[in-house]
């Protein structure tokens, strides 16, 4: 049982490194008789692999054509964005009043964290921290439903920041993410509404920018796996 688990985490974890390191394209048909070329493994192990694949957002599972990397459009892409944008003002207004000191020294932490992820080159570490912080509000308001809700959105849209976003491309000190966060901060310790409305909406709009949907250059499936 070990050997079966083990070798399915080989293919999962192949197969999300090369999605994730852009070597294969958004749309690009996952073959099993390639990838059990490639990997040397039978296609059982493919199989369960691209499952786990397709629960986190990053494989679409088509019947009778096969599986494919996630390929969403600019416009579900831009429409996602405006929802996160709506949830997380809401938020922001249930829970301007609520923020105490100590959430504003967990929300600078959290910025702080962000940060070692640009030193780490760590994509995966800062989605992670990235969705805590954008969680807080949520989590403050108090209301069960926004949470429910914005976690949703964030996790579908962290799905396209790890195919689209500009993170390996662009160093710690060019980078305006940490700026905005600390400024939504400020404007959360002094409560003002307005400030803070205008900063998700910016933030919203540079979020957009951080992302690449224009088509980079792609390695063939044949040699996704190489380095």
């Known amino acids: 049982m070990s050997d079966k688990k083990s070798m399915i985490d080989h293919v999962y974890q192949s ?90 020294t967990k929300m600078k932490e959290l910025i702080q964290e962000e940060k070692e992820t640009y030193e780490n080159n760590d994509i995966m570490d800062y989605i992670h921290v990235n969705k805590a912080f954008h969680m807080f509000l949520a989590e403050k308001s108090g209301n069960a439903f926004l949470v429910d809700y914005m976690e ?36 959360l310790d002094k409560q003002d509404i307005d400030r803070l409305l205008h900063l998700i909406d910016r933030h919203m709009h540079e979020s957009l920018d951080y992302m690449r949907i224009e088509k980079p250059s792609y390695q063939s499936l044949e040699s996704l796996f190489e380095t």
């Open 15 to 104: 197969l999300k490194e090369a999605i994730l390191f852009r070597r294969i394209a958004p749309g690009t048909q996952l073959i099993e008789k390639t990838i059990s070329e490639q990997l040397n493994v039978s296609r059982t192990p493919i199989r369960n692999g691209v499952k786990k694949l397709e629960q986190e957002g990053l494989v679409t599972v088509i019947p009778n054509r096969g599986a494919f990397v996630v390929q969403p459009t600019l416009e579900e892409i831009h429409q996602a964005f405006l929802m996160r944008k709506e949830l997380e003002s809401m938020a922001g207004r249930m829970a301007i009043t609520m923020i105490t000191s100590e959430d504003l």
């Open 152 to 187: 949703r959105i964030l996790d579908q849209i962290n799905v396209y920041l790890m195919l689209y976003d500009v993170f390996y491309d662009v160093n710690m000190m060019q980078s305006k993410r940490f700026v905005e966060h600390e400024q939504i901060v400020e404007a």
